[in-house]
């Protein structure tokens, strides 16, 4: 068991540019999920998979992203359009349905220019 | 919506006493309350959990108590030490079975030699 894993661990763009992120939960698990956070602050959940679908999105979650888990293993998060608003560390956590332990990765940090 | 008020000023305490952090949540109690510990740059790490019909959840030198009269739960590490120091979250399930998690901005905790 290797936990959570996520690439890249850092990120920098422009502003305008598009980025994708990649999550790579522990195997097994089915659940899957993304949150998201800025500095002082805790997390804040944007989406979560069971398997391949994704049951909950928040409204945090605007049009320019969108997150996919297509064979229900990992999981890719993408960001069009970014704005300097979307620099925050982008966390992922897997769980064993139906427990309540989420294992969190490293998150990636985005930094927009 | 729900707010989770945790001790923004950090908390520095000597080698050896009794750290005590704060979790006050407004609204309707949570099926499950959490809570992680979160290292600079890394991502949050699963402590203990403890259900709305549970007053008191001991794991090693960690203890937590949860007052859903109060609204409010208490963290406990006796016996501190300077490898406790990190930044304690407190997380709300608010149907429980794993759904997504509501975060507070977490409480900084220097232990001093």
């Known amino acids: 068991d290797t936990g959570v894993s996520q690439d890249p661990r850092h990120k920098i763009t422009k502003r305008g540019q598009n980025v994708t992120f990649r999550c790579d939960p522990i195997?097994?698990?089915?659940?899957l999920y993304w949150y998201r956070q800025t500095l002082g602050q805790g997390p804040e959940f944007l989406t979560y998979?069971?398997?391949?679908?994704?049951?909950?999105k928040s409204r945090l979650l605007s049009d320019r992203f969108s997150a996919e888990r297509p064979k229900g293993s990992f999981s890719t998060l993408e960001i069009q359009r970014t704005e300097q608003g979307d620099s925050a560390m982008y966390l992922c956590?897997?769980?064993?349905?139906?427990?309540?332990?989420?294992?969190f990765g490293p998150g990636t940090r985005l930094l927009v220019l | 919506s729900q707010k989770i008020e945790q001790n923004s000023e950090a908390l520095n305490i000597q080698e050896g006493k009794t750290a005590t952090l704060t979790c006050n949540y407004t609204?309707?109690?949570?099926?499950?309350l959490q809570w992680y510990r979160q290292d600079p740059g890394r991502g949050p790490v699963f402590l203990l959990l403890?259900?709305?019909?549970?007053k008191e959840k001991r794991k090693e030198r960690l203890k937590v108590t949860f007052d859903t009269t109060l609204k409010q739960s208490l963290f406990h590490i006796t016996a501190s030490q300077p490898a406790d120091s990190a930044t304690y979250l407190c997380?709300?399930?608010?149907?429980?079975?794993?759904?997504?998690?509501?975060f507070g901005t977490g409480t900084q905790l220097k232990v001093e030699l």
């Open positions: 609204n309707y109690s949570p099926a499950y």
């Open positions: 956590a897997s769980s064993l349905s139906p427990s309540e332990t989420q294992y």
């Open positions: 997380a709300l399930d608010m149907t429980g079975g794993g759904n997504k998690l509501t």
């Open positions: 998979f069971q398997n391949e679908a994704q049951l909950e």
């Open positions: 403890i259900r709305e019909n549970e």
């Open positions: 195997s097994e698990h089915n659940r």
